[in-house]
Nanobody, 133 residues
Framework: QVQLVESGGGSVQAGGSLRLSCAASGVTKTGYCMGWFRQAPGKKREGVATIYTAGGHTYYADSVRGRFSTSQDNAKNTVFLQMNSLKPEDTAMYYC??????????????????????????WGQGTQVTVSS
């Protein structure tokens, strides 16, 4: 059973930065699809980024591309989301996700999900990010 625990959320002014961490346990497969989703009250869930742990290939949603980056520390079984140039519209609960999908699926997982594809199998509890203007 895969378990994901997010941390690093908080409150920051617009233009500031935060780094979220996701500690994963129970992942025994080499090469795993992990990522980040966010959801604000009254808004739909939005995929943010994915990363394939074997090689570090990444995908970013248009709304965050160029501002956010996701990375990994495989030795610590941890994935990060570095959020720069934060905007008030980035305010949301951020969730770490994981799925045993292969690389090609991982890179299109968010797009496919928006088109009715399968959801990520594992979800963390979420960490709140609040960006004030």
């Amino acid at each position: 059973q895969v378990q994901l625990v997010e941390s690093g959320g908080g409150s920051v002014q617009a233009g500031g930065s935060l780094r979220l961490s996701c500690a994963a346990s129970g992942v025994t497969k080499t090469g795993y699809c992990m990522g980040w989703f966010r959801q604000a009250p009254g808004k739909k869930r939005e995929g943010v980024a994915t990363i394939y742990t074997a090689g570090g290939h990444t995908y970013y949603a248009d709304s965050v591309r160029g501002r956010f980056s996701t990375s990994q520390d495989n030795a610590k079984n941890t994935v990060f989301l570095q959020m720069n140039s934060l905007k008030p519209e980035d305010t949301a609960m951020y969730y770490c996700v994981a799925d045993p999908a292969p690389l090609t699926t991982c890179m299109t997982f968010i797009l496919a999900l928006d088109q009715g594809g399968p959801d990520f199998r594992y979800w963390g509890q979420g960490t709140q990010v609040t960006v004030s203007s």
